[in-house]
């Protein structure tokens, strides 16, 4: 049973109990006025931050696109390369070059496989890129050279599957063969 008593010390323990908690548990809420400021100093942070951010963008932009350049070429001569070494053949490739060239061959990959991977119209484009026009029986003897096998047959499907690449023109009775023209 409750006394006026008991029920007074129970009040004031719950009262000291309470700002006990409230101490341990007391986080300083800043004002709105607090904020305000807070916000203010922040933006005039940001902008300052922005401005030392363009300078540097600026300084660094001839840098980064030349990085970029340097990377498409990097990738293109890459690709070029894989190209001309699955054509050519390990064979073909043996003591080949310097030190340098026989390293990034090794980097390239394995001329077998890389001719695995090669498509027919690839080569074919590739062999023009260096040899201008010609006849399709001379592709299709120099691949045969280069212990690379294909038909007469595969070549011109190969020619008329990328129609848009390949220029065919029939003298005679021989198909001569080149690359389109491209416009950038």
Request: glycine share 6%.
């Amino acid at each position: 049973m409750q006394t006026p008593e008991s029920t007074k010390i129970n009040t004031e323990a719950t009262i000291v109990l309470d700002n006990v908690a409230y101490k341990v548990h007391y986080k300083d809420v800043p004002s709105a006025a607090d904020v305000e400021r807070m916000m203010h100093q922040r933006l005039q942070h940001e902008c300052a931050s922005m401005q030392s951010i363009r300078k540097e963008i600026s300084e660094l932009a001839s840098a980064y696109n030349r990085y970029v350049d340097l990377k498409t070429e990097v990738d293109s001569r890459g690709k070029r390369i894989k190209r001309l070494m699955a054509i050519l053949g390990s064979d073909s490739l043996d003591g080949l070059g310097t030190d340098d060239v026989q390293e990034e061959m090794n980097l390239q990959g394995e001329p077998e496989g890389l001719r695995e991977e090669l498509s027919l119209w690839r080569a074919i484009e590739e062999y023009l890129i260096i040899a201008g026009e010609t006849k399709v029986g001379d592709v299709q003897g120099f691949f045969s050279g280069m212990n690379y096998e294909v038909t007469r047959q595969a070549i011109e499907s190969a020619l008329r599957s990328h129609a848009n690449k390949f220029r065919v023109v029939k003298r005679g009775r021989e198909k001569y063969i080149s690359l389109k023209k491209q416009t950038a």
